[in-house]
């Protein structure tokens, strides 16, 4: 069976978007950091996740991706993993948030976050699209999380947002930015 048009142009958009880097908008530094609760699974448990109640105890690394268990998404929670022990050490929290339903993100998290932090199911990209982190397709609208980190300090506001389809360099600049947020804050 040959493929359609409108089969070929989601294609090539889709390529497209996991291709570019920094094509999308990102919310800006000092923005309010939009509330918000999602269903969640940390070492294949579900729970509420809120993101005021994590708030309150210290900066939190919100990172959206487009799927779990793909190449890219797989990498990057394989390295937030690694460097979890790095981020409490600074005094925040990592919930990495995707499209995928919560029984995906139940296996996701045992598996690939290596039972080290949560991730949350948007399946609606509602939290995507406030966070501008939804990429939509011409026709289609809202298909997928597009690859942004965010560090959201204790009062809500927005420290820092990286969008890029690699995930080589989001682990390393959400660190840097909770290391220096944790000097300039030291009690």
Request: a negative charge; proline letters at 5%; glycine letters at 8%.
């Amino acid at each position: 069976m040959k493929p359609t048009l409108p089969l070929l142009c989601l294609g090539f958009f889709l390529g497209l978007a996991l291709s570019s880097g920094g094509a999308w908008a990102a919310l800006k530094l000092g923005d309010a950091a939009p509330d918000f609760a999602v269903e969640a699974a940390q070492g294949g448990r579900e729970f509420p996740f809120s993101l005021a109640e994590a708030l309150k105890k210290g900066p939190v690394v919100l990172y959206f991706y487009p799927k779990s268990f793909t190449s890219v998404c797989t990498q990057e929670a394989h390295e937030f993993a690694e460097n979890i022990a790095n981020f409490e050490a600074a005094g925040a929290s990592v919930i990495g948030l995707s499209g995928d339903k919560i029984e995906t993100q139940k296996e996701f998290s045992a598996s690939e976050c290596r039972d080290k932090f949560p991730v949350g199911a948007d399946p609606s990209l509602s939290v995507a699209k406030v966070y501008d982190a939804a990429f939509n397709v011409p026709v289609m609208g809202a298909a997928f999380a597009s690859r942004i980190s965010y560090v959201i300090s204790p009062e809500g506001k927005i420290l820092y947002s990286y969008s890029d389809s690699s995930a080589e360099k989001h682990i390393e600049n959400t660190l840097a930015v909770v290391r220096t947020w944790r000097e300039q804050h030291k009690n």
